[in-house]
């Protein structure tokens, strides 16, 4: 029996797949890691040092002379210059020139004959023969070793937030309808221009077609002009809930009605002749036929609106504001990130909240995304 031997194409392919995941999945394991890390670590070394011991310099100002105690004759200040529970400490000083000219344990002369110690645990010790004056306290510079550690508090920082869950509400109330609408519209629209013979079909398949390439950016600004004209007609205040929903609806229609068009198309028409022989109306045969056979396509363009609905910042700020009441969740995190200097564990912890919902989303219909995409690549029998 001889052996079957793979195309060297094939396994081309695999390892470029392969190699695609990596490139998409380190990143996000470099973020995910840094969103769970200790912000001063996140700060001085990379996600991928996060299970190594880091080495870090600190200063510390010890206690004025206020604090000192007297014990068997000498006048003592003591404390502990390490916050960080498992660190050590590898070497000490107490010039800005020589940070770590003493190693743990050994004793520094001050220069006003004072002796300063500190121990491997961070605890030190400045011991004066006579009373210490002064109004300030001894700078004490610190090398330390410290363990990787891991924590939520950047989680709760970001959720903590004012505003927050405010902003989550209103991402989800942009969303949801930005994504249901234009699927019941483009369904019908699929529909007509799939099964129903009428004159201009061909042009207005060709126009769907043309503005798919059409740039948001450059449809935004006319299309707000007309918006807040009709509003103003009408009497309709300028930024609702009503009007960013028709303006996602607006972009994202020509892609569901190309996508489900396809689909549509692909399905067998003897399904249609026999519902027609047995009196099936054409809403007849759209609802009880064609949209349970075409989930797979209509869970396709979900997914895509969904994820660009709610990432979504620019169309927004536009058509519903930037007021605290109106602020979707990727404005209030631009916002507190603004206002925190763009911390990294900041940033970390806001990208992962940001995806949470477009995950689950994902992952309950990526079975329907190939097959939703695949549309009319195959003719059924």
Do not use: C
Request: no cysteine.
């Amino acid at each position: 029996m001889i052996a079957s031997k793979r195309s060297p194409l094939v396994l081309f392919v695999h390892l470029s797949v392969l190699l695609l995941v990596i490139l998409w999945t380190i990143p996000t394991a470099g973020l995910l890691i840094s969103s769970l890390r200790d912000k001063d670590q996140l700060a001085v070394s990379g996600w991928w040092t996060a299970l190594s011991t880091s080495s870090q310099n600190l200063t510390v100002r010890a206690p004025g002379p206020e604090a000192q105690q007297q014990r068997d004759g000498k006048f003592v200040i003591s404390g502990n210059a390490l916050d960080n529970p498992g660190a050590k400490v590898s070497a000490f000083g107490f010039r800005t020139q020589e940070p770590a000219a003493f190693e743990p344990g050994q004793t520094a002369t001050l220069n006003d004959g004072e002796r300063l110690t500190v121990q491997e645990d961070g605890t030190y010790e400045i011991v004066s023969d006579v009373a210490m004056e002064g109004s300030r306290g001894q700078r004490i510079f610190v090398q330390a070793a410290v363990p990787s550690r891991f924590t939520f508090d950047n989680y709760r920082e970001v959720l903590n937030a004012e505003g927050i869950g405010a902003s989550f509400i209103n991402s989800l109330t942009v969303s949801i309808p930005s994504t249901i609408i234009p699927i019941l519209v483009a369904a019908f629209a699929a529909y007509a221009l799939a099964w129903m013979p009428f004159p201009g079909r061909t042009v207005l398949i060709a126009i769907v077609v043309g503005l798919l390439v059409v740039p948001l950016q450059m449809s935004l600004i006319p299309l707000l002009k007309l918006y807040n004209g009709v509003g103003a007609f009408l009497g309709v205040p300028a930024k609702t809930y009503v009007g960013i929903w028709l303006a996602h609806m607006g972009f994202g229609l020509p892609l569901a009605i190309y996508l489900l068009r396809n689909y549509m198309a692909g399905l067998p028409r003897e399904i249609m002749e026999s519902a027609r022989v047995d009196g099936a109306s054409d809403f007849d045969i759209f609802v009880k036929i064609i949209l349970p056979l075409s989930f797979p396509a209509l869970a396709s363009f979900a997914i895509f609106q969904f994820l660009w609905t709610w990432n979504d910042l620019l169309v927004a700020m536009v058509f519903l504001g930037t007021g605290n009441n109106e602020l979707v969740l990727t404005g209030r995190l631009v916002n507190l990130l603004g206002s925190r200097g763009g911390n990294w564990e900041i940033l970390t912890a806001s990208a992962f909240i940001t995806i949470i919902i477009p995950l689950l989303v994902f992952f309950s219909l990526q079975r329907y995304l190939v097959r939703g995409l695949l549309a009319g690549s195959v003719k059924g029998g």
